[in-house]
T-cell receptor
Framework: KAGVTQTPRYLIKTRGQQVTLSCSPI?????VSWYQQTPGQGLQFLFE???????NKGNFPGRFSGRQFSNSRSEMNVSTLELGDSALYLC??????????????FGPGTRLTVT | KQEVTQIPAALSVPEGENLVLNCSFT??????LQWFRQDPGKGLTSLLL?????REQTSGRLNASLDKSSGRSTLYIAASQPGDSATYLC??????????????FGKGTLLTVNP
């Protein structure tokens, strides 16, 4: 069974640009969550999608948005990039919603560098 | 607001030693607790998931315990090997709904096992 895949793996963008990251969950998984990981803040929850609906959202500005498609694939978008958005963005999938007993399985991440 | 603390931040041990990693959390109303491993520049690999009703979980050389009343979990690694070198993260999933319905991560313990 294929794991969680994320594309692209590496990305370099300039301040002010926007970026879209993609995540394909494990087959059969309906929940996709996104996290930002930085050396200073560690892993922080961005948002969770389940059955194409955003179920939970972390404390990030409106520049960060996402969506989920009917096949459970998810994208996240960051507009008007800032230097502080440089991070490893991780996607995780699970069969049920995050607040249930189901384990989350993480992808390898997308390393975003903003210059 | 749930806070998760991991001590120590870094640990270096000789091969073969048994070791304990610590995780503490402020809100004891957790749904479950999960231990992850992260290799440099990679995503997270789930190691053990402990439900709030459980006291411990074991997988191979790994044993994780949970004491909800004191807000603590430990990850015990027996007979450590150089391949165990990685960052170990613990994450708690809160029981209540709304914005707390997500995983909150500690900042991790960087483990180095020296041959």
């Amino acid at each position: 069974k294929a794991g969680v895949t994320q594309t692209p793996r590496y990305l370099i963008k300039t301040r002010g640009q926007q970026v879209t990251l993609s995540c394909s969950p494990i087959s059969g998984h309906r929940s996709v969550s996104w996290y930002q990981q930085t050396p200073g803040q560690g892993l922080q929850f961005l948002f969770e999608y389940f059955s194409e609906t955003q179920r939970n959202k972390g404390n990030f500005p409106g520049r960060f948005s996402g969506r989920q498609f009917s096949n459970s694939r998810s994208e996240m978008n960051v507009s008007t990039l800032e230097l502080g958005d440089s991070a490893l963005y991780l996607c995780a999938s699970s069969w049920g919603q995050v607040g249930t007993a189901y384990e989350q399985y993480f992808g390898p991440g997308t390393r975003l560098t903003v210059t | 607001k749930q806070e998760v603390t991991q001590i120590p931040a870094a640990l270096s041990v000789p091969e073969g030693e048994n070791l304990v990693l610590n995780c503490s959390f402020t809100d004891s109303a957790i749904y479950n607790l999960q231990w992850f491993r992260q290799d440099p520049g990679k995503g997270l690999t789930s190691l053990l998931l402990i439900q709030s009703s459980q006291r411990e979980q074991t997988s191979g050389r790994l044993n994780a315990s949970l004491d909800k009343s004191s807000g603590r979990s430990t990850l015990y690694i027996a007979a450590s090997q150089p391949g165990d070198s990685a960052t170990y993260l613990c994450a708690v999933r809160l029981k209540s709904g709304g914005s707390n319905y997500k995983l909150t991560f500690g900042k991790g313990t960087l483990l180095t096992v020296n041959p």
